[in-house]
């Protein structure tokens, strides 16, 4: 009895043993990708021209960037590289209406966190509102060009924002507007980018077109008011902002 009593502790403090040079181990990672993709956002605000570009627009539309615009964060599981926004809720009470915050942390939020508070807007417990951030996910960037390309793409959804009286949580049709607008002028449909992504080895002409519609209706998706019609959504949108340019005079492609 006292061996195998010896013999557990030994195998609790082995498995324990594990566990910490596992946490550690992801510790360093996570600290690592946090530390790329902050020296990824500090070069595109420093010497991409694009992002330069917007952010200048942003202070002449009257909408003042607050320091901490653009943050890495750990999206857990989540493939995105990156979003626009973070879903507040504002709880309605009898003595009026106070803004719940967000949490405070390193994670950005989840679907799962989102329909919640969704569900709670649909049953009249609270109202919603998108505050404008940009966030990128620190551990699926490919490289320094894939970050600033997702900085570009919410850098339109936050011109957006500042410019019209845009809905994106309850108007799929602004949704899905915006969406089309940022896959287009971000770069992400680009053909080579499509050719590094083996989507564009045959259907060459109109790619851009065909790109933009996919990658907006998977975004139009992530909102669950919108997902059921999604492709309508971007359907009805798609002519009229796929050829919005704002604020570039022109495709920055074709510059």
């Not at 539309?61 to 999206?75: E, V």
Request: net charge positive; with cysteine.
């Amino acid at each position: 009895m006292a061996s195998e009593s010896k013999d557990d502790h030994l195998n609790s403090a082995a498995i324990a043993a594990v566990a910490a040079e596992t946490k550690r181990k992801m510790e360093e990672k996570n600290a690592k990708e946090k530390e790329t993709c902050e020296k990824y956002v500090r070069n595109g605000l420093n010497r991409n021209v694009t992002v330069q570009f917007l952010y200048e627009r942003l202070l002449q539309l009257g909408c003042k960037p607050p320091d901490n615009l653009i943050r890495c964060l750990d999206c857990k599981d989540s493939q995105r590289g990156g979003g626009f926004g973070a879903v507040e809720e504002i709880v309605v009470a009898a003595k009026g209406e106070h803004k719940k915050p967000n949490k405070d942390g390193a994670c950005a939020q989840t679907k799962e966190e989102i329909d919640r508070l969704l569900e709670k807007q649909r049953d009249g417990g609270a109202k919603l509102r998108l505050v404008p951030e940009i966030y990128l996910c620190q551990q699926h960037l490919r490289n320094q060009t894939h970050a600033h390309e997702a900085m570009v793409h919410e850098l339109i959804h936050a011109i957006d924002m500042c410019r019209t009286k845009m809905d994106p949580i309850k108007n799929c049709i602004h949704l899905a507007c915006t969406e089309i607008r940022a896959e287009n002028l971000s770069g992400e449909c680009h053909w080579l980018r499509e050719i590094q992504n083996g989507r564009l080895a045959t259907a060459f002409v109109g790619h851009g077109a065909k790109c933009v519609t996919r990658r907006a209706v998977l975004s139009v998706k992530a909102n669950p008011n919108c997902a059921d019609k999604a492709n309508e959504y971007v359907d009805a949108a798609f002519e009229r902002c796929y050829k919005d340019t704002f604020p570039f005079d022109r495709h920055p492609n074709n510059r």
